[in-house]
């Protein structure tokens, strides 16, 4: 079953622009994880933040953590059009596996 | 690139069939997951090896079978093919317990 859920479910945004999306999640967790993928390809790896961090950040990303609402965010500033991709939070789900959002569609527009 | 290899990119194949997906992890890496996706939705957690162990499995029916070998590298098994099977199917290599994984490309499966 799915942990987390992305919203919004699609974003449209011209490049330039930041671009903040929200995951949701339903139980304790160790870390949160964000991924990208491109056009139904694997997906790469952008950021993990545990459970005892509030904010992290890696070049134009953002990532915040909220425990106690069970959130975490990601920004990503100053937009380019190869920012275009699905991005996905994950959570450990305490089998050795991650669980996954549906993710957002981020577009960005030349 | 995260030096995971996923064969084939592609696959048809019917229902009722038989199929065997291949993962090659990267070098260093003795965890291997397999996830599955469907189009619209995210990956879904099949299984982990570790060690040529599974060690964990998620909500999939005893027809998704999976090995992996001493180098590694690992395979997916899937009997009796549905039509719902159809989907983006992943595996991603970690080191140990270390948090992150890294994915291959996918092989793509159609079930017809």
């Known amino acids: 079953s799915q942990q987390g859920e992305e919203d919004p479910q699609a974003l449209s945004i011209q490049e330039g622009e930041n671009a903040t999306m929200n995951c949701s999640y339903k139980?304790?967790?160790?870390?949160l994880q964000w991924y990208r993928q491109n056009s139904g390809r694997g997906l790469v790896h952008l950021i993990l933040?545990?459970?005892?961090?509030r904010e992290k950040h890696s070049g134009r990303l953002r990532v915040t953590l909220d425990t106690s609402k069970k959130s975490s965010s990601l920004l990503i500033t100053a937009s380019r059009a190869a920012d275009t991709a699905s991005y996905f939070c994950?959570?450990?789900?305490?089998?050795?596996?991650?669980?996954f959002g549906a993710g957002t569609r981020l577009t960005v527009k030349p | 690139e995260t030096g995971v290899t996923q064969s084939p990119t592609h696959l048809i194949k019917t229902r009722g069939q038989q199929v065997t997906l291949r993962c090659s992890s990267q070098?260093?890496?003795?965890?291997v997951s397999w996830y599955q996706q469907a189009l619209g939705q995210g990956p879904q957690f099949i299984f982990q090896?570790?060690?040529?162990?599974?060690?964990g499995r998620g909500n999939f029916p005893p027809r998704f079978s999976g090995l992996q070998f001493p180098n590694y590298s690992s395979e997916l098994n899937v009997n009796a093919l549905e039509l719902d099977d159809s989907a983006l199917y992943l595996c991603?290599?970690?080191?140990?317990?270390?948090?992150?994984?890294?994915f291959g490309p996918g092989t793509r499966l159609l079930v017809l």
């Open positions: 991603a290599s970690g080191q140990g317990t270390q948090e992150t994984q890294y």
């Open positions: 139980t304790s967790i160790n870390n």
């Open positions: 933040i545990r459970s005892n961090e």
């Open positions: 994950a959570t450990d789900g305490g089998a050795g596996d991650m669980r």
């Open positions: 070098s260093g890496h003795n965890t």
């Open positions: 090896y570790y060690r040529e162990e599974e060690n």
